[in-house]
């Protein structure tokens, strides 16, 4: 069974929030404050946190800034703030996901379930991945498509390996440029475009209408298996 902790001080949503947890079989924590939220991060240790953007006491991005050097469970923002730059914020700050208020229950449940399925090990421990007729051999390095060896230069191969190992997250223009080209390049968004095009045309069945590196829109893309 997971833990969550929910820290947010509207009670409306926090009732909302929890109910639907509890149906899911989870065990909620909740907390109203940032201090609050710290303090249930250190003495209940969460598998996955749900986060308020807007505390009586705070910022939640400050939150996130706290705890992420000691605690490393996934951390979902729910937020009013519906602007593209308050996602990239977020993200880049250490957040793992994003859901803008007002949202469905339905939703919410499934990026919780993706969160806590990435949190309990689809790691890269199996050396063969696969999606859609694409293998990935991680021991190997090779990649191979309905049965054909696809050629991937070094850069393509980064890329695609970043994808893998972060499933069911987004993934900002920033944190792939610094990933795979290095800390200099956290601008050269035309890059990343140019190369996830190309992963595109060799991997996806319709580059044109992609399945598994899927765009969001604004922020950066999210890997689908
Ligand atoms: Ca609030």
Redo the contacts with the bound molecule.
Sequence with gaps: MSTILLV???PQIRRFVRLALQGENCTVREAGSVAEGLAATRDHRPDLLIL?????DGDGLDLIANLRPWADAPILVLS?RSLETDKVTALDRGADDYLAKPFGVAELLARVRALLRRRTGRELADPQIGFGDVVVDLARRTVVRAGEGVHLTPIEYRLLTLFLSQPDRVLTQRQILREVWGPGHSDSSHYLRVYVGRLRHKLEIDPTQPRHLVTETGVGYRFVF
């Design positions: 947010e001080d509207d308020d953007l807007g505390l009586p009013a």
